[in-house]
């Protein structure tokens, strides 16, 4: 059989259909709406090998337990988009250790409701990606363990609670911040596109200060041993509790991300010399 389908010629699988105009349009304008109107908190950028998968960054809220932490997630649109929704992974989770959320799974699974993945009202075309990130954005509140349902009216002081605010906040700067900065670790399932990482740096600078302040307020109570997930949403635990290590770690990424800026910037300022085109000669005139 082998040889007579050598003689003949196997036949070739078809290649995959090119994605409609409809839905490369709006994924493109969806992309550009984020980067105009959301630059400060989320990142978008199509992918040059499938224009309809996205790289994104939402970046943990000021006043939550996910503040630093800067989340790569992937974004892939079907063909029929926006008539059907995107599917969504969370690809910071420590390499399959941490579930930051009840609703983001260390597994990458997103689980709201616009994605199919939740209970409730479900996608629309009216939503777009920006309704997708801002609403992942939501789920990283100042009491993520009430996320949880039948959680909803446990106590801001309840000691799992705290508990949970404690281990994500650590969990945060060492997997969502120092980690995904560190250009020796791919603590993320896929690398980061050159403009994720600018972006990156360039957020991760301008919380520097306000990180440090929370580090050290850490360092000064004295907080360390284990911290544990109880949500039991994490495969395993942080380990020791090392804030001072962590202190030196950010300290690093600083002048990493600060390198980094400041190379592409050079890179923008050497504009390609034009060579100087050499005119023809003219040949001297004989005198009549």
Known sequence: ??????????????APAAPPGRCLKRVARDVATIRRDHATNLFAEQREAVATTVDC???GPEGTPYYGG???????????????????????TGQG???????????????????GTWVGPGWNPSHSLSSVLLSIQSLMNDQPYCNEPGREGVARDDPNNKAYDA??????????CVDVLDPAKATSAEPLPAAAKRFCAER??????????????????????RLKDPSRASAL??????????????????????????????DDDEEPAVEAKEEPSTPPREAP
Not at 206 to 223: F, L, N, P, Q, W
Not at 243 to 256: C, F, I, Q, S, W
């Open 97 to 115: 250790r941490i579930g930051f959320n009840p609703n983001l799974y260390r597994t990458g699974k997103v689980c709201m409701s616009i994605l």
């Open 237 to 266: 635990g942080l380990g020791p509790v090392d804030y001072k290590g962590l202190r030196v770690d950010l300290a690093k990424r600083k002048t990493e991300a600060e390198k980094l800026l400041e190379a592409e910037d050079n």
């Open 1 to 14: 059989m082998a040889s007579l389908l050598n003689w003949f010629g196997a036949s070739k699988p078809a």
């Open 167 to 176: 281990f994500l906040k650590y969990a945060t700067l060492k997997f969502a």
């Open 70 to 92: 800067l989340f790569h997630f992937r974004v892939e649109h079907p063909h029929s988009y926006p008539v059907e929704n995107p599917t969504c992974t969370n690809l910071t």
């Open 204 to 225: 991760f600078l301008e919380r520097y200060d306000k990180i440090i302040e929370m580090v050290d307020a850490e360092i000064k109570a004295g907080t360390s041993g």
């Open 57 to 59: 960054v939402v970046c």
